[in-house]
């Protein structure tokens, strides 16, 4: 079985590099204004996000969402 994916840009990244990323890209204020969610606004860490986003789907797949916008606009050489 092949398991290359060499056109999905989320393979080999996992959630706290994508996390830690969003962080020092957008900071925690910022961030928590962009996807609503407590573990963002309240007290944030990685810890306590990266537990919220690994058992909660819809939330995992906004911070993806933000991610992939967040390499395609750094992508066109946007700030």
């Not at 969402?65 to 700030?79: F, H, T, V």
């Amino acid at each position: 079985m092949n398991t290359s994916q060499p056109k999905n840009p989320l393979h080999g990244i996992t959630l706290e590099m994508i996390l830690n990323e969003l962080v020092a890209g957008y900071g925690w204020e910022e961030l928590g204004r962009q996807i609503d969610i407590r573990c963002f606004n309240h007290e944030p860490s990685v810890s306590s996000c990266l537990k919220f986003l690994r058992r909660t789907p819809w939330a995992r797949e906004r911070v993806e969402s933000l991610y992939l916008y967040m390499l395609r606009r750094n992508k066109a050489g946007r700030p």
